[in-house]
């Protein structure tokens, strides 16, 4: 059930605020998205990890990815106890999560925008 | 009604592209300004150069962190209140708490809800308004000061010239006075009279402020102008009162003693309007008599009801008269008790060294009060010998070229006229017309009063001069003398003055006659000349001061000659 996955209430209050630039906004989160899962893969320490686990669920919740939020907030809790023991398993989980979130932003992007091909970088 | 929402300019500083793109928006939606930036450096940059009025920060941003930016935006913001709304997902109290001491105004938290930012932006715009309008209320408040300040300077300069004309600065007084008593309506004055005696006057406006010191100028006027023209102290205080209550609005009167010191008859005059007890200290017995009020404020009754009658009092060389405002028996403590007359007194009877009773008071007020009050006044005159009394001399403004040289005048004055008027001004006045009498101004206005006051109370009142031989005599006359005038009905003082050159000087001669009894001309000259003198007429002194001074027609007839030489 993609419910559990996002929250349309707040990608329909996303719409209503952005207007045209609606899509514009799931693009730039996507790849700021990849870039936070890029440093929580290579972290070096618990304080980086925490770092990023946190602003990492700050742009999730704000993007309505309920379940991506949840997990990023273990993490930061793991982080944050020093208890790195279920890191690596959580790395993985929020891998998965966004593999599965990445396509349902992409089809959002087409449905309010089916005109652009291509969505410019913010 | 609620004023119309201002645009304003905001910082977003947050690293999330994604969320700092979400949060302009939203921002921009709400009709303001955004300005961005990815980190706290860049913030604290962007608020240097635009100045936005409020922040949106991240807490946790790389390069800068949002504490470290919000502190940096707080100090370039020095006074002014720029709010801080942190953006966190933090939950932590102790996170929470670091955004406070940052300088954080507020949190938001993500994910961002539109209603509740627009009221937090809201009730921070109101905020920064608030404190603005403080600052700017302040700094009004301050100049206003600073303008009251430099008003006072310049009113207290020029006043300064005005009181300070006199002779506060005489070896016999001593004063003190905080620097900006005119503006508590205090005020202490002194003159010489052309005779050499000394006119005091400590006065205390109501009220505080300029509306207390603008009544000062007026009665230092009328106290410097009429003392140098010879007046006594009823004229100047029927002058004053009058003169105030013409200027003053209702409220507004003034409390005053006015002293006369006579170096020459060893005595003072005392008037007292709603003053505090002034203090007559006796040296010789030790005694204090209290000089207490008896009259009403100058300003407060009409000319016609005022009362301008003086008590005359014996003074000896060395005895002095104390004078204090109500800023020293008012003096309260912490529990709302007056200092009071009876403290002042343990004050005087514990003090042995005279020249530190002022500081002794003062003392007495700190230890009572706890700290120093700016509104008490104290001036002490003592009396001295009359050589050692030394009036500045006169200034004319006068060419000197019309000079009358060859001319008599005589008057006679009458009864009602002897009851309410003083002509020994316009004598003088008349007389130091003639150049050559300017430099015996104080001896001939000394021997114009004695033989004046002669003809008028032993003359025409038919007082007995023996009286004044003790201290309760004295006062026995001073109230026959006040009796006997106001029942005057007939009577004369005749005057005649006669100015005639002599080569390259002149000549006056003054007569003075009166329709008294008389009095045993040979008795009186033999005896001996003494200096301190209470009674006897006065004969000593005149015909110390003058030439050639005769009596005739049993006593009711005198005469004196003035001379000088060709001016150089």
Same mark, same amino acid.
């Given at each position: 059930?993609?419910?559990?996955? +996002?929250?349309?209430?707040? $990608?329909?209050? /996303? ?10 906004? +799931? ?8 870039? %936070? /899962?890029?440093? /929580? %893969? ?25 379940? $991506? ?5 273990? /993490? ?47 | 009604?609620?004023?119309?929402? @201002? ?39 962007? =608020? ?22 919000? *502190? ?63 600052? *700017? ?71 505080? &402020? ?107 060389? &060395? ?7 109500? &800023? ?8 709302? *008790?007056? =200092? ?10 514990? #003090? ?143 005057? #005649?003055? *006669?100015?005639?050159?002599?080569? @390259? ?49 049993? &006593? ?13």
């Amino acid at each position: 059930m993609a419910d559990t996955h +996002l929250d349309r209430d707040v $990608l329909s209050a /996303l719409q209503e605020v952005m207007g045209d630039e609606y899509s514009t906004l +799931l693009d730039t989160f996507l790849d700021d998205a990849e870039e %936070r /899962l890029r440093i /929580l %893969r290579k972290a070096e320490d618990a304080a980086q990890l925490m770092n990023a686990a946190h602003s990492f669920k700050g742009s999730s919740s704000n993007m309505g990815a309920i379940r $991506l939020a949840e997990l990023c907030h273990e /993490l930061e809790q793991c982080a944050k106890n020093k208890n790195l023991s279920g890191v690596e398993k959580l790395v993985g989980e929020i891998d998965g999560e966004f593999a599965l979130v990445r396509p349902l932003y992409e089809a959002e992007c087409r449905r309010s925008s089916p005109t652009k091909a291509i969505v410019p970088r913010f | 009604m609620q004023p119309p929402l @201002e645009s304003l300019t905001i910082l977003i500083a947050e690293d999330s592209a994604a969320d700092r793109m979400l949060l302009s928006s939203i921002v921009r939606r709400q009709g303001h300004e955004v300005l961005t930036a990815a980190n706290g450096a860049e913030a604290v940059e962007a =608020f240097r150069q635009q100045r936005p009025q409020l922040v949106l920060m991240d807490a946790m941003m790389p390069v800068m962190d949002g504490f470290e930016a919000a *502190q940096q935006i707080k100090a370039l913001a020095g006074e002014t209140l720029v709010p801080i709304i942190f953006l966190t997902s933090l939950t932590e109290s102790e996170a929470l708490a670091r955004c406070l001491e940052a300088g954080g105004d507020d949190f938001l938290a993500k994910p961002y809800n539109q209603v509740i930012l627009a009221a937090k932006i809201k009730a921070m715009d109101r905020l920064r308004r608030l404190q603005a309008t403080v600052l *700017q209320q302040r700094d009004q408040i301050a100049r206003h000061h600073h303008y009251l300040l430099n008003e006072q300077r310049v009113a207290k300069a020029v006043f300064d010239k005005v009181a300070h004309s006199g002779c506060l600065s005489a070896p016999n007084i001593r004063y003190l006075q905080s620097p900006y008593a005119l503006f508590n309506g205090d005020l202490l004055l002194a003159a010489f009279t052309p005779a050499g005696d000394m006119h005091v006057l400590l006065g205390d406006f109501t009220g505080h &402020g300029l509306p207390a010191a603008v009544g000062a100028m007026p009665l230092a006027e009328v106290f410097y102008g009429m003392t140098a023209k010879g007046y006594g102290l009823s004229e100047i205080l029927r002058e004053m009162n009058a003169k105030l209550k013409r200027i003053l609005p209702v409220d507004m009167f003034c409390c005053a003693t006015l002293l006369c010191l006579s170096f020459q008859r060893s005595s003072v005059e005392v008037w007292n309007g709603g003053m505090p007890d002034g203090y007559l200290h006796s040296v010789a017995s030790g005694e204090r008599t209290p000089l207490k009020a008896q009259h009403l404020p100058l300003g407060v009754l009409s000319p016609q009801t005022f009362d301008d009658r003086t008590d005359v009092l014996p003074m000896a060389v &060395g005895d002095r008269v104390f004078l204090l405002s109500d &800023g020293v028996i008012d003096t309260c403590d912490a529990n709302e *008790q007056l =200092f009071g007359v009876e403290r002042l007194q343990r004050v005087f009877a514990a #003090n042995r060294q005279p020249d530190a009773l002022f500081a002794e008071i003062e003392q007495a007020l700190r230890d009572f009060r706890g700290e120093a009050r700016d509104d008490v006044s104290m001036v002490e005159v003592s009396l001295l010998e009359a050589t050692q009394v030394s009036p500045p001399a006169l200034v004319y403004s006068d060419s000197g070229q019309c000079c009358p040289l060859d001319w008599s005048v005589s008057f006679e004055f009458r009864a009602a006229t002897l009851k309410r008027f003083n002509p020994l001004p316009y004598l003088l006045q008349l007389l130091l017309e003639v150049h050559g009498l300017r430099a015996q101004s104080g001896a001939l206005y000394t021997v114009l009063a004695e033989l004046y006051s002669n003809a008028l109370e032993h003359g025409v009142l038919g007082l007995d001069s023996s009286l004044k031989r003790d201290a309760s005599g004295f006062t026995r006359y001073y109230q026959q003398r006040s009796t006997r005038l106001d029942e005057l009905q007939d009577g004369f003082i005749r005057v #005649n003055l *006669q100015v005639t050159p002599k080569g @390259e000087g002149g000549c006056l001669t003054v007569r003075v006659e009166d329709s008294g009894k008389g009095f045993d001309v040979e008795r009186v000259m033999q005896r001996p000349a003494d200096g301190v003198r209470l009674s006897g007429r006065g004969v000593g002194l005149i015909r110390q001061l003058s030439r050639n001074a005769s009596w005739s027609d049993d &006593g009711r007839s005198a005469r004196v000659e003035f001379f000088w030489e060709a001016l150089a």
